[in-house]
């Protein structure tokens, strides 16, 4: 049986798709309204309203996020959760199916978190009408989690005990390829450092000022001579965040900078922010000034799940990539002309295969396994791995060599093929979930392996309980 036909034969795969035109209207509709971190006031409503008009159960402004919120159907049984997303990313707005360059708004769905809401919540409602259709007991909730670019909404969350009572975890990102998304994403901490000083007049008596910039750019200083002393695959990234001022004739009596701080393990977080801390210290002591700190964020490393992860890449695999057409390639034949050579071998690296430039869009699945884990980036879904089993996919929604973060990904978020791999990403994600409660021994295998996990090394939330979310 080929590929259409297994998922034409599948209850699931026809279930997600009797949903697709209000999901894909769901996501271009995030797409054109894009909001920060913690500012999704529209999107957030209107992923309420497509809840509600699901016959979900809604809970609003969970964990006292006023955009975040929790929508679940069943009875009984197993929970299981569903993640989704739904934040954008500053100064990446862009118009959409263009292919050079055309800024549009100050925010844009650089990340693809327009669709990834939205396939989460369209596979949620498949489970939810599976679990009615075949009178099997248990819960699907959809978790509309805030602020994953920078702002830990689901640290918080996952602090304020909303995970509790869930037996396993699914979400997913868009990408340019599609498999299983193993546990390489880094634990990290965002650090603004902010020092002041005095003010005085830089020619006439500079003697008596004490620079908060000189004090910035000595942390700088001290922190890149760290770098050769740090775990391997940890990363380090700063920016200002206030350089004092633009009139160079003044001693700039105060600035701030961030500090991103990440590591492979939690365990060595703790250590290495303490390190970047006595390097801002002795910048103050240097410079006589004075320093505060404020813990903007903070997450956790992922942790992988062998049981979760292997049912997830029977289905990718059963499943296989998306069905991209024609006029899809071409459009992404477009996009990868903006693109450099670089862009491209990297992907193909990343996926484990050989370079191959003529191919636009992902035809192929990369298996468990088969790909090198390299470090990658940071994500709140870590702290839920902590709480409770979790299995993630990543699948391709964008041309090959695409950078996340980047023009070419807003450009890309609501054309037919970012649609087709997010429906195809609510496959994924159903069918797994519809394992989870036929078959409870996997379940049970992936509960097992979680508390073992544990047992090596306890979670500890990375958010300390007397720093509240950044609310606007």
């Known amino acids: 049986m080929d590929e259409m036909s297994i998922r034409n034969s599948d209850i699931i795969c026809r279930l997600v798709d009797s949903h697709a035109e209000e999901y894909v209207s769901l996501a271009d509709t995030i797409f054109d309204t894009p909001e920060l971190l913690f500012q999704e006031v529209h999107s957030c409503a209107f992923h309420t309203s497509q809840l509600e008009a699901a016959g979900a159960r809604v809970e609003k402004g969970v964990a006292g996020l006023p955009t975040a919120i929790i929508g679940e159907w069943g009875e ?6 569903i993640l989704g997303e739904y934040d954008a990313l500053p100064d990446l707005g862009q118009e959409p199916g263009v292919t050079k360059f055309q800024p549009k708004g100050k925010a844009g769905h650089a990340c693809g978190h327009n669709l990834l809401g939205a396939a989460s919540m369209q596979a949620a409602h498949a489970v939810a009408d599976w679990l009615r259709e ?3 007991e248990g819960r699907v909730r959809y978790y509309g989690c805030p602020a994953e670019e920078g702002g830990a909404g689901k640290t918080f ?3 304020h005990g909303l995970f509790d009572d869930v037996d396993a975890a699914i979400s997913w990102h868009p990408y340019d390829y599609t498999g299983v998304w193993e546990a390489t994403d880094l634990a990290n901490t965002r650090v603004q450092f902010s020092f002041t000083g005095r003010a005085s007049h830089a020619a006439i008596n500079p003697e008596l000022g004490r620079s908060g910039l000189d004090a910035v750019e000595l942390m700088s200083v001290g922190v890149n001579y760290l770098r050769e002393h ?3 695959g940890a990363r380090l990234h700063y920016a200002y965040i206030d350089a004092g001022g633009r009139a160079a004739n003044v001693v700039q009596s105060c600035a701030s900078v961030e500090h991103v701080i990440r590591t492979r393990r939690n365990s060595d977080l703790a250590s290495l922010v303490e390190r970047v801390r006595k390097i801002a210290q002795g910048a103050a002591l240097m410079t006589e000034t004075s320093l505060t700190e404020r813990i903007v964020s903070a997450v956790s490393c992922l942790l992988g799940n062998p049981a979760l992860d292997k049912l997830m890449d029977r289905n990718i695999v059963r499943l296989g990539p998306p069905d991209f057409d024609a006029a899809d390639h071409a459009f992404a034949a477009e996009i990868q002309a903006t693109l450099t050579d670089e862009h491209i071998i990297s992907t193909f690296r990343r996926a484990g295969r050989a370079p191959d430039k003529s191919l636009a869009l992902a035809n192929f699945v990369v298996p468990l ?5 390299a470090p990658t980036g940071s994500t709140d879904v870590g702290d839920v ?4 089993p979790t299995v993630q996919a990543y699948v391709a929604t964008c041309a090959v060599g695409t950078p996340l973060h980047s023009w070419q990904m807003t450009a890309q978020g609501k054309i037919p093929y970012a649609h087709k ?6 496959k994924i994600m159903a069918a797994t979930a519809r394992d989870l409660f036929e078959q409870p021994e996997l379940l049970a295998e992936a509960k097992e392996i979680h508390v073992k996990s544990l047992q090596l090394e306890p979670y500890i939330c990375p958010i300390p309980d007397s720093i509240n979310p950044p609310l606007p």
């Open 76 to 81: 009984g049984g197993p929970v299981i959760a």
């Open 134 to 136: 075949t009178g099997t």
């Open 157 to 159: 969350m996952v602090r």
């Open 230 to 232: 740090i775990p391997e």
């Open 369 to 373: 396994g088969s790909a090198p884990l």
């Open 385 to 388: 791995s902590w709480v409770v």
């Open 421 to 426: 791999g997010m429906i195809h990403a609510a």
